[in-house]
């Protein structure tokens, strides 16, 4: 198991960003996290398989349709306590 926290910076918030991460991590069976940032940028915390976290940071690094992805930032972090995937509230 591992758990990521990426910060993706580009034209990405106001694009259904989060929605979009929701939806892949679900998808991925992944357990954590996604909001929007003061800075413009979207922070996901994701937790689960290391393959699935991987290809999830490999889905970020594209985003969806309307994002444009400069970077992505990523460290190993602690596990959400929480199970499933969530929308957060804006920092």
Partial sequence: MKARRMVIKGQVQ???????AARQASSLGLD??????????????????????????????????GAHVIA?????????DEKGFRIARNS
Avoid: H, K, T, Y
């Fill in 32 to 65: 954590g996290s996604v909001r929007n940032m003061p800075d413009g940028s979207v922070e996901i915390v994701a937790s689960g398989q290391d393959s699935s976290v991987e290809q999830m940071a490999a889905l970020c690094r594209e985003g969806p349709a």
């Fill in 72 to 80: 992505v930032e990523s460290e190993v972090c602690q596990a959400p």
């Fill in 14 to 20: 106001g694009v259904g960003f989060r929605w979009w």
